[in-house]
């Protein structure tokens, strides 16, 4: 994946009698540039003509992963992502991923309509607010966000803000679960935008939510794509009844699942939680979100992780050098039988013999 690039150049009408002496610094140029290149970019330059513009490629870039609790105030944790986001660009992060529905506490513990009054546009109020600290900061913000597309029509959705503070794109989950306490169904459409990756100023990544994390199908599309990190935003906690029977064996089946598609797929997989114990203003036991964020690489080795109860900022490197290093020894991409695969987009392949 580390594409040879080019340098291009058109030399500069000449006066006469200065063209030996031109020619030389042109030839000269030439030559340092081509060796830098070659040097650089893991091969020779090609196509070398002049018009003084070197192109490069990044090869590496930073990513920081916010975990974070989460209060009752929009306004507040909006403010609070902001800062973290500045933080990690100033640490080196080029790509910040925000965790999943980070202005609210996870409502999706009870069906109530009034909480469709935290939805809102896209773009709207808040990515407006997270462009300007993306261009500030000088990094790609992977923004989930509660959407309102229409009355009655509303996303769990993922916005990738620019370095530039622009949009890039937009991600709506597309697994919407329904279970004790995550009753989403209740309050997100399916997404309809498909599995996307996103070409930014750091590199072309994709984002999926949590849910999604346990379909190998999403994460093989978004790679498909050209993602070489895919993020997943996430929300996820132990049912403190069932923590002690089930906690560890639930929390090593979600680490497991998205190593899997790193490994899988070739790319580096971010998974981003919140941490705290979310208690619903009517009552009830809550959810306990279990923090745990972590990075891991092509192979499914995990380079960075949080812990599992303290707000933190987890920071690790996107190399393309070891991903194009992986991928050509575990060339899974190249072995898959496209031809042989009938039946996967069926619910089930019922017996009809």
Known sequence: MVARPTVLAT????????????ERRFNNFQSRSARLLERFACGPASNIRVDFLIVTTQTKFGVGLVQMAVSRNPQEN???ASAKIEEAGR????VVCLPELFQSQYFCQREDTANFDLAEAVPGPTTEALGRVAQKAKVVVVAPLFERRAAGVYHNTAAIIDADGKIAGVYRKMHIPDDPAYYEKFYFTPGDLGFRAFATQAGKIATLIC??????EGARLAALNGACILFYPTAIGWHPSEKE?????QRDSWRTVQRGHAIANGIY????NRVGHEIPAAGGDGLEFWGGSFLCDPQGVVIAEASTDREEI?????????????????????DRRIDAYQGIEQRFLDDKS
């Open 11 to 22: 030399p500069r009408a000449r006066p006469k009698g200065h063209e030996l002496r031109s």
């Open 78 to 80: 909006l403010a609070r």
């Open 91 to 94: 640490n080196g992060a080029q």
């Open 211 to 216: 849910w999604d994390q346990w379909y190998p």
């Open 245 to 249: 029977a089930n906690g560890a064996a």
């Open 269 to 272: 997989v971010a998974a981003v």
């Open 314 to 334: 987890l920071y690790g490197t996107v190399d393309l050098a070891h991903l194009e290093d992986v991928r050509r020894n575990w060339p899974f991409l190249r």
